[in-house]
């Protein structure tokens, strides 16, 4: 789905964050990107995403070179990105306004794209938000802002979901509901899913194998494979408490 | 709820003046009454043509603010350079007030109503342009980024974000500047012109010593402004319901 070949970025001139850089990801892989802040776990989500460009090397997701952000690919960041003026049901249908403004010309939509005010409903009911819908951002929880930016990306059908940080400004309950949605989401309907975290037992959690970066420059993909990925009752998983253990030692390093 | 509150306090004021035109009796305060009448029969005469010069002058005024410095504001919020360059300029133009100027801009611009237009204009470009910098400089990149990722590209961002991200910013500024500039169109018109309510109230007051008409001018000058500042609300309501919402 994703290859990224000798990848190198900079912010500022002779302070790489990434060199020659690659890295992988097969089609319906869940994926966690983790290390500490200033690691360039985010900038490697937005050069995935098509927002940033590369100063070297090649990003090719869908066998396609990337060169804008993708219209089969979906963003969601840590703040959710609502538009405060528009209610949550617009909010929803913002990416469909979006297609039908342009029509399905293959470079802000997709070609065969299909339009259908149906979707949002669907979405708006999956995520729990029918109650919500005719609210404005301001009047909803911030586990309900969430569910609405998730809701806004995949009525779009993705099929590569890019999530920033997404639950790091929710309380610990809503936090881990959340987690257990998206990885029903993520079985459900054939997502590929990559989520930057800073947290380890969010990494841990949603997961199949997680990418650790540390300290710039990143010059080789250091991938841990999660065994107890998708088990029932994870966090109380021997396999997900060691992993938790391995990582914590690794990032300290 | 709200018109009711709005009338009583009409009803209370207009009582306040009845009283105190009692109290006084000179001519120089006829009774709301007669100033009622006269505004009645100055209707049918020339009064709505003054009114009607006067609003012209206001609404032009806006219109043109509005086109010239949103889009300047907008550039200046999200343009970090840009917005350096220009805001210490900004800095020293705002603070000033700008009716000093119209002797000026009578001078380069004549006594028509090109000058008069370029008063208010020069009063709301100014209070539109800060503050619709200000609300483009809170649409944080994240924001911006997350819907480019919905595929919108620079045309669908100023549909979507940019252009309902500054009608608020935009009534605000017309709120908080319709007073002024209803003013400044008051003294603007003072200066040598035959139309508007300004150019009225002087005439009937200090020239013919008409004060019942002069009062009823006053009147007519207060409506203008306090329709002005309805409308703006009525539209702040209307198109910016999010912001009422608790």
Known sequence: MIQVKNLSFEYVTG??????????????????????????????????????????????????????????????IQDYGLLPWASVRENVALGLEVRRFYGPDGKHAPIDATLSEYDIDYWLD???????????????????????????????????????EPFSSLDAPTRESMQNLVIDLWKEHDLTLITVTHSIEEAAILGQKILLLNDPPNVSANVIENNSFGKAEVRSDPDYQKLCQILREQLSR | MRGRTVLLALASLILLWQILAWIVNLSILPTPWVVGQTLIRELGRD???????????????????????????LM???????????????YLLYPIPKV??????????????????????????????????DQAATLRPELIQSVRSLGAGRRALFRFVYLPASIPAILTALRQSVGTAVAVLYVAELFATQKGLGYYIYLKGS????????????????????????????????????????
């Open chain 2, 76 to 90: 200046l919020g999200q343009s970090k350079p840009l917005n350096r360059f220009f805001a210490p300029v900004i």
């Open chain 2, 47 to 73: 009064l709505p043509g003054h009114f009607l010069a006067s609003f012209w002058r206001v609404f032009a005024s806006t219109l043109l603010a509005i086109l010239f410095a949103s889009p300047f504001g």
């Open chain 1, 15 to 76: 302070q790489p964050v990434f060199l020659d850089f690659n890295w992988s990801v097969n089609k319906g892989e869940s994926w966690t990107i983790l290390g500490p802040s200033g690691c360039g776990k985010s900038t490697l989500l937005y050069l995935v995403a098509g927002i940033r460009q590369a100063l070297s090397g090649e990003i090719l997701v869908d066998g396609e070179q990337l060169m804008r952000p993708r219209p089969q690919s979906g963003l969601i």
């Open chain 1, 126 to 164: 999956q995520l729990g938000l029918t109650n919500q819908s005719e609210k404005f951002p301001g009047q909803i929880s911030g586990g309900q802002r969430q569910r609405t930016a998730i809701a806004r990306t995949l009525v779009l059908k993705p099929d590569l979901l890019l999530m920033d």
């Open chain 2, 100 to 133: 000093v100027l119209l002797p000026i801009v009578v001078l380069f611009l004549g006594i028509g109503d090109v000058s008069k237009i370029f008063m208010i204009f020069l009063i709301l470009f100014f209070q539109i342009l800060v503050l619709v910098r």
């Open chain 2, 207 to 246: 020239n013919l010593f008409d004060y019942p008409a002069m009062y009823a001018g006053v009147v007519a000058m207060s409506v203008l402004g306090f329709g002005l500042y309805f409308v703006v609300d009525w539209l702040e309501r209307k198109l910016c319901p999010w912001q009422f919402a608790s």
